[in-house]
C-alpha cells in the first residue's frame, strides 16, 4: 500500500516568489494535515482537513498561506510572497478516522528561501 | 494540551534495551499518551499510544506509571536504525497532536 506521497521533495526560491506543495494521501483517509517543521523543532500543525472541509485552519498565517482540498483526496499548499523565514519543512499527514492519533506522514517538502 | 518533558538527548547500545522517560504531571483523565518517532529526513512515525494500561505492539512497549504522571518508552532491543527524534504526546480525543522537541536518540554499535 501506497504511503502519504508529497511533492516535490526540495523546492528552492527567492523571497517573493510563489510556491506550491502537492499531498495525495493514504487511499481512504478522509483526515489530512499539513504541518510546519522548522529546523531542530517537532512539527507544528498549519491546518486540518475531514474531506473537503478545513476544521481547522486557526494556525495557517492565511495573509500569505492558502491550501485547498477540492475533491477530498489530494491537496494543496501555496505560499504566495514567500519570505526568507518560510524556510522549512512542510508535511502532510493522514488518518484513517476522525480524531485518532495514529498519523500517517509523508516524507516532507523542504523549502529554502533564498 | 498537557505539556511533556523529555530528555533532550540519549545515548543506548545496540542490541541493549532503551528505555525513554517522558513526564506529564499535568495529563487530564481522559488524554492518551503517544510516541512518534522521525528519522532523519522522514516524516514522523506512529509508534504506539495508550491511556492508563501498559502496552506492547511489535515496535515497542509503553509503561504508564498508575498516576498517570509520568510514561516509559521501551525499545527492546535497539538497532542502529533506532536512531531518531522520539516524541512524547499527551492529547485529548479529537483533538490536535502537538509534538515538542522530543529526544535525540543516538544507538551506537
Known amino acids: 500500500e501506497a504511503g502519504v506521497v508529497q511533492s516535490p521533495r526540495y523546492k528552492i526560491i527567492e523571497k517573493k516568489q510563489p510556491v506550491a506543495f502537492w499531498c495525495n494521501p493514504i487511499s481512504g483517509h478522509n483526515t489530512l494535515y499539513w504541518y510546519l517543521q522548522n529546523l531542530g523543532q517537532g512539527p507544528e500543525l498549519l491546518i486540518r482537513?475531514?474531506?473537503?472541509?478545513?476544521?481547522?485552519d486557526s494556525q495557517l498565517p492565511k495573509d500569505r498561506f492558502s491550501a485547498e482540498r477540492l475533491k477530498g483526496v489530494d491537496s494543496t499548499l501555496k505560499i504566495q510572497p514567500a519570505e526568507l523565514g518560510d524556510s522549512a519543512v512542510y508535511l502532510c499527514?493522514?488518518?484513517?478516522?476522525?480524531?485518532?492519533?495514529?498519523?500517517?506522514f509523508g516524507e516532507g517538502s523542504r523549502l529554502t528561501v533564498l | 494540551d498537557a505539556k511533556t518533558t523529555q530528555p533532550p538527548s540519549m545515548d543506548c547500545a545496540e542490541g541493549r534495551a532503551a528505555n525513554l522517560p517522558c513526564n506529564h504531571s499535568t495529563i487530564s483523565g481522559n488524554e492518551y499518551v503517544y510516541w512518534y518517532r522521525q528519522i532523519h529526513s522522514q516524516g514522523p512515525q506512529y509508534i504506539i499510544h495508550?491511556?492508563?494500561n501498559n502496552e506492547t505492539n511489535e515496535m515497542a512497549s509503553l509503561i504508564i506509571t498508575e498516576d498517570r504522571k509520568s510514561s516509559t518508552l521501551i525499545l527492546p532491543h535497539a538497532t542502529l536504525r533506532d536512531t531518531a527524534v522520539y516524541y512524547c504526546?499527551?492529547?485529548?480525543?479529537?483533538?490536535?497532536?502537538?509534538f515538542g522537541a522530543g529526544t535525540t536518540v543516538t544507538v551506537r554499535a
Open positions: 499527514a493522514s488518518s484513517l478516522e476522525t480524531g485518532t492519533g495514529e498519523l500517517f
Open positions: 504526546i499527551v492529547r485529548v480525543p479529537d483533538y490536535k497532536l502537538s
Open positions: 482537513y475531514e474531506n473537503e472541509e478545513a476544521v481547522d
Open positions: 495508550g491511556l492508563k
